[in-house]
């Protein structure tokens, strides 16, 4: 990293928030000169337009997107690969003399750009399974109770509907006989430090904002986008990348929006649901659900402005922008 802070505006939002929207407004045209770096999760994966809300290839052509569209939906993706790939990004965008904008709804993504990765150990995936069948079968209050006994700061710390937390802070004690808690990430600040304890990297300048809209219209949004997907052809897009071999098992497919698709016929193979009715209906509920754990997680994220999308939300970033020292025809 250079020694010198790099500008970066982080804007995120919860699913169905407006983000693409606003981006459109604010970078294209004279206004700004600004590039957008992707923290979606499943957007990194070719093939996978519809069902992950992808910017259009219009708006790709007028506001250049970093981390879309660079893998196959059977390769892995991780949340250090993403800080890796980010910080390259952001590097390229600043030395060309333009204003790096890390956009996205992932907020696990989102906090470890802004905190640095932690020092805890990778996922494992065989203990990770083994948790998750406990959580089925034991459930979380009884899971919470292991963690109070082996981690008390941890357990204090998250939520027990929070089951991703409560999974990873079971998992990295059973890999490593540490807890969770004593691990610290770069800025020596605890995985699960709360927003005000956590300081943000030093090789960034951040101007870090939030879109607020009420969670009643989020998810009004989200059935409505739902039904735009459908109707736009999310079931062919499905169809054709199973055809192109990728199943459920794929990193890819087990996204909001594809997994949904995918039931067993009697000899037990994965195949495609033909009642696309209750599928629309099951991609519907989990996108909402989705909306909901992003609401957790983003409280996580240090130093947030909301800005209300029921005013003006474009003037509002703008100004944001301008009191840090950026006017809104300015060339980064």
């Given amino acids: ?51 992950t809300a992808k910017p259009s290839p219009d708006l790709l052509a007028r506001l250049p997107h970093h981390l879309i569209d660079i893998l196959n939906p059977n390769e892995q993706f991780n949340v250090g690969e993403f800080v890796r790939l980010a910080d390259c990004a952001c590097q390229d965008i600043a030395h060309r003399g333009k204003l790096p904008v890390v956009s996205g709804g992932t907020g696990f993504y989102l906090r470890n750009f802004v905190l640095g990765l932690s020092e805890a150990p990778p996922s494992d995936l065989l203990i990770r399974q083994t948790l998750a069948k ?6 979380a209050p009884s899971l919470m109770e292991d963690l109070a006994a082996c981690d008390p700061v941890s357990a204090a710390r998250i939520h027990i509907n929070d ?25 020596a600040v605890s995985e699960f430090a ?29 059935n409505e986008r739902c039904a735009l997907m459908f109707q736009h052809g999310l079931p062919e897009e499905v169809r054709r990348l199973h055809e192109a071999g990728y199943g459920p098992g794929d990193p890819g497919m087990k996204a909001i929006g594809y997994q949904e698709f995918f039931v067993k016929d009697d000899p037990g193979t ?15 509920r989990n996108s909402r659900h989705y909306a909901k754990r992003q609401y957790t997680f983003f409280a996580s994220i240090p130093n947030v402005k909301w800005i209300s999308m029921a005013d003006d939300p474009v003037g509002d970033i703008r100004r944001e922008l301008k009191n840090i020292g950026y006017e809104v025809t300015t060339s980064f």
């Fill in 270 to 284: 994965w195949q495609l649901s033909k009642d696309l009715g209750v599928v629309e209906t099951l991609v519907a």
């Fill in 194 to 222: 709360g927003a005000s304890e956590a300081p943000a990297r030093p090789s960034y300048r951040f101007l870090i904002l939030g879109l607020d809209r009420p969670r009643a219209e989020v998810y009004r949004r989200i």
């Fill in 1 to 51: 990293m250079t020694l010198t802070p790099i500008p970066v505006l982080l804007l995120f939002g919860p699913t169905a928030s407006g983000k693409t929207e606003i981006l459109e407004k604010l970078f294209t045209g004279d206004r700004f000169s600004g590039e957008v770096v992707s923290a979606d999760s499943m957007q990194v994966y070719r093939g996978m337009d519809i069902g």
């Fill in 163 to 187: 089951h991703y937390r409560l999974l990873r802070a079971l998992e990295v004690f059973r890999t490593t006989g540490r807890p969770l808690s004593s691990y610290a990430q770069s800025g």
């Fill in 134 to 139: 406990e959580l089925e079968t034991r459930g």
